[in-house]
């Protein structure tokens, strides 16, 4: 796949699935400006991994719609322009029905949603806002989750948060088609990252690999490769697609 001279966003690329994007993306050819939100150790790190030249990280907490507006303004900037951008950024913690208290079952839901789910809105927003000005073919893509067909027991507003994230795709690819800008999701089963190490190590972590036929769960880079595969211009039809990369663990 070759990507020479595209120019990439990719929201939360300092760890996990969107740093494994970001350096599938620079060794295809591309600029890519990760974002994050604390860690930039982190992010300095993964500028690091990224070969080639011009790549750079812009801290913004995606759940504040201002910091957005001028996180997309600061890097149509800084790369003249954006032509594809992933919407990765997420959290995922737990908050079970039985163990949470009203308030902090009000607390996980706003910062749940705010992130995954407004966060990637806004952010889609103003990048297509962007686009449209360009002129030019543009993608917009999101890192969406099995858990949005198979539900998220304990994690509740996660598994809203990408049920909302597939309207959002599908709706944009029908709104973004005539001006050029496809629109699509992978949905990851479970991936060896941080923010899944709390359930992979604890004692239902055997269980959750024996889901998939594979027996083991995915790795970052196996979700990166078929980001990249939806931001090649071959598969431009495919538009408004939510592509299942869960190992067989959950058919739909
Ligand atoms: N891992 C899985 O099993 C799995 C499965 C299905 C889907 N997914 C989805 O894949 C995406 C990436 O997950 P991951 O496993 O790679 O996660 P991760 O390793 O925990 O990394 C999360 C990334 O998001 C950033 N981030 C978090 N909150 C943010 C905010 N408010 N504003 C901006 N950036 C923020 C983090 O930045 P800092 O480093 O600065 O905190 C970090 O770069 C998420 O959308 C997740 O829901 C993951």
Redesign the pocket.
């Known amino acids: 796949m070759d990507f020479t001279g595209k120019r990439v966003l990719i929201?939360?690329?300092?760890?996990?699935?969107?740093?494994?994007a970001a350096v599938a993306f620079a060794r295809a050819g591309a600029r890519v400006a990760?974002?994050?939100?604390?860690?930039?150790e982190?992010?300095e790190e993964a500028i690091k991994a990224m070969p080639g030249n011009g790549h750079f990280a812009v801290?913004?907490?995606?759940?504040?719609p201002d910091?957005v507006f001028r996180m997309v303004g600061a890097v149509a900037e800084e790369l003249g322009g954006i032509d594809i951008l992933v919407?990765?950024?997420?959290?995922?913690f737990p908050h079970p029905v039985a163990q949470s208290d009203y308030a902090a079952w009000q607390e996980s839901w706003s910062q749940t949603i705010?992130?995954?789910l407004m966060?990637a809105a806004h952010t889609s927003y103003c990048v297509a806002r962007q686009m449209m000005g360009q002129g030019m073919p543009g993608k917009i893509l999101f890192?969406?989750?099995?858990?949005a067909f198979r539900g998220e027991p304990e994690h509740t507003a996660?598994g809203a948060?990408?049920a909302g994230m597939n309207a959002l795709a599908q709706s944009l690819a029908q709104e973004l088609a005539p001006y050029h800008i496809f629109v699509g999701a992978v949905?990851?089963?479970?991936?060896?990252?941080?923010?899944?190490a709390h359930?992979?190590d604890g004692e239902g972590g055997a269980a959750v690999k024996a889901q998939s036929p594979t027996g083991r769960?995915?790795r970052?880079e196996e979700?990166a490769h078929c980001i990249l595969f939806l931001a090649t211009e071959g598969a431009a039809y495919a538009t408004g697609c939510i592509l299942d990369v869960n190992g067989a663990s959950y058919l739909r």
């Open positions: 929201t939360g690329g300092s760890r996990g699935i969107g740093r494994a990760i974002n994050f939100h604390s860690n930039k982190a992010a801290r913004a907490d995606i759940s504040k910091a919407n990765n950024a997420g959290v995922f705010g992130i995954n966060g890192v969406s989750s099995r858990g996660y948060s990408k949905a990851p089963g479970f991936v060896e990252t941080d923010m899944a359930v992979l769960v995915a970052p979700i």
